[in-house]
């Protein structure tokens, strides 16, 4: 088969699987299940390949929400990644669930052409993306090791060829004091609440210091129980980010000396526990990228350097973990969304419908035609 015509049939596979594809999509919204919950959407996912003939591993390498689903035998191991976890409270503000559906309309496209075009395709269902980091524990126990090239396509509200997220650390905060009566007694009592309070002021002024490609920011998820008593238990989640993974350990030492300053003043306790492993930087795989861009031009997408929308391409993402380990491209796909921006209840109402439903087409035929392209001999 010549180049022409597995471009035609993956083309021609994507338009065939729309609305199967959609209805995928459709099923991941309106069923959002949060990081390392995604039981049923784990499981949708899977059976969208494996009514296709890929051959899936459920709870792959001990992860309940992972699944690894293969397909050929060929020279060339291509991986595509599905992410599937939604925001709590927002449900599919970040479009997982589209996520899903472009990665499962690329594989379902390209396995006819495996023999020919000599393809491995291994799809890996990946867990836990906000916040738990499914891909570094999948990484960990073996994952991904000797693909050729990764491979996945993220909503945002334009399109955007290169991903240049912050690294991250996610973070749990919890002080603790003692409890008092806090009209009779007061004196007896430790405030947890105040701890957070000067640790909040002290992060805010330390701003100021650090260099623009610095973020910090995070909530207070209890912040104690009554007005009436002194807060003895108070808790927080805090995010670090940072151009590399080397800028945000320098810069963690700094916002957790302002965290140890609550308990200094107060003289509570303070606990400071990782939820996952830091989230590096993406390194991009250029051939790859180029072919992904010069096909999705094809489609009609647009790449505008210059709109300030293009920024959902600094949000952070396990998959900069991969891309440190294998070639790898993260591109994302707009769904013309604006004014909604990712992690927006508006932006989750325009994961389906119209705009959406023709990204997660394009971004499918568009990363089948960059993987013909760059595993071509």
Same mark, same amino acid.
């Given at each position: 088969?010549?180049?022409?015509?597995?471009?035609?049939?993956?083309?021609?596979?994507?338009?065939?699987?729309?609305?199967?594809?959609?209805?995928?999509?459709?099923?991941?919204?309106?069923?959002?299940?949060t990081?390392?919950?995604?039981?049923?959407?784990?499981?949708?996912?899977?059976?969208?390949?494996?009514?296709?003939?890929?051959?899936?591993?459920?709870?792959y390498?001990?992860?309940?929400?992972?699944?690894?689903?293969?397909?050929?035998?060929?020279p060339?191991?291509?991986?595509?990644?599905?992410?599937?976890?939604?925001?709590?409270?927002?449900?599919?503000?970040c479009?997982?669930?589209?996520?899903?559906?472009?990665?499962?309309?690329?594989?379902?496209?390209?396995?006819?052409?495996?023999?020919?075009?000599?393809?491995?395709?291994?799809?890996?269902?990946?867990?836990?993306?906000?916040g738990g980091?499914?891909?570094?524990?999948l990484? $960990?126990?073996?994952?991904? &090791?000797?693909?050729?090239?990764?491979?996945? !396509?993220?909503? +945002?509200? /334009?399109?955007? @060829? =290169?991903a240049?997220?912050?690294?991250?650390?996610?973070?749990?905060?919890?002080?603790?004091?003692?409890?008092?009566?806090?009209?009779?007694?007061?004196?007896?009592?430790?405030?947890?609440?105040?701890a957070?309070t000067?640790?909040?002021?002290?992060?805010?002024?330390?701003r100021q210091q650090?260099?623009?490609?610095?973020r910090?920011?995070?909530?207070?998820?209890?912040?104690?129980?009554?007005?009436?008593?002194?807060?003895?238990?108070?808790?927080?989640r805090?995010?670090?980010?940072?151009?590399?993974?080397?800028q945000l350990?320098?810069?963690?030492?700094?916002?957790?000396?302002?965290?140890?300053?609550?308990?200094?003043?107060?003289?509570?306790?303070?606990?400071i526990?990782? $939820?996952?492993?830091?989230? &590096?930087e993406?390194?991009?795989?250029?051939? !790859?990228l180029? +072919?992904? /861009?010069?096909? @999705? =031009?094809?489609?009609?997408?647009?790449?505008?350097?210059?709109?300030?929308?293009?920024?959902?391409?600094?949000?952070?993402?396990?998959?900069?973990?991969?891309?440190?380990?294998v070639?790898?491209?993260h591109?994302?796909?707009?769904?013309?969304?604006?004014?909604?921006?990712?992690?927006?209840?508006?932006?989750?109402?325009r994961?389906?419908?119209?705009?959406?439903?023709?990204?997660?087409?394009?971004?499918?035929?568009?990363?089948?035609?960059?993987?013909?392209?760059?595993?071509?001999?």
């Amino acid at each position: 088969m010549d180049d022409d015509a597995a471009r035609h049939s993956a083309a021609g596979t994507v338009a065939a699987d729309a609305e199967r594809l959609i209805a995928l999509s459709e099923l991941l919204h309106a069923h959002p299940e949060t990081a390392w919950e995604e039981h049923r959407s784990s499981r949708w996912v899977a059976d969208a390949l494996e009514e296709a003939g890929f051959a899936v591993t459920p709870s792959y390498l001990g992860l309940e929400t992972a699944f690894l689903a293969t397909y050929g035998d060929g020279p060339f191991r291509l991986g595509l990644c599905a992410e599937y976890d939604a925001l709590p409270g927002l449900g599919h503000a970040c479009g997982h669930n589209l996520i899903s559906a472009i990665t499962v309309g690329a594989a379902r496209a390209l396995a006819p052409l495996a023999d020919a075009a000599g393809l491995a395709i291994e799809v890996y269902g990946t867990p836990a993306e906000e916040g738990g980091g499914g891909k570094i524990e999948l990484l $960990e126990r073996g994952a991904f &090791a000797g693909l050729d090239l990764a491979m996945m !396509a993220h909503p +945002a509200p /334009v399109d955007v @060829a =290169e991903a240049e997220p912050f690294a991250v650390s996610h973070s749990h905060v919890a002080y603790r004091g003692r409890a008092a009566h806090a009209a009779a007694y007061p004196e007896q009592g430790v405030n947890a609440a105040d701890a957070f309070t000067v640790a909040q002021v002290a992060v805010g002024l330390l701003r100021q210091q650090l260099p623009p490609t610095v973020r910090v920011h995070g909530v207070m998820t209890n912040g104690g129980e009554a007005p009436n008593a002194i807060p003895a238990h108070t808790e927080g989640r805090w995010y670090v980010r940072a151009e590399s993974l080397e800028q945000l350990a320098e810069t963690e030492d700094r916002v957790w000396r302002c965290f140890e300053a609550g308990a200094l003043a107060t003289g509570a306790s303070l606990d400071i526990t990782a $939820e996952s492993k830091p989230y &590096a930087e993406f390194r991009a795989f250029q051939p !790859a990228l180029d +072919a992904y /861009v010069r096909n @999705a =031009e094809l489609l009609g997408r647009v790449f505008d350097p210059g709109t300030p929308a293009r920024r959902m391409n600094r949000a952070s993402t396990d998959m900069g973990n991969v891309s440190q380990v294998v070639p790898a491209i993260h591109p994302y796909v707009g769904i013309g969304s604006l004014p909604a921006l990712n992690h927006q209840p508006e932006f989750a109402a325009r994961c389906v419908g119209g705009d959406a439903e023709k990204a997660l087409l394009d971004a499918a035929t568009a990363l089948a035609w960059a993987a013909l392209d760059v595993a071509a001999p």
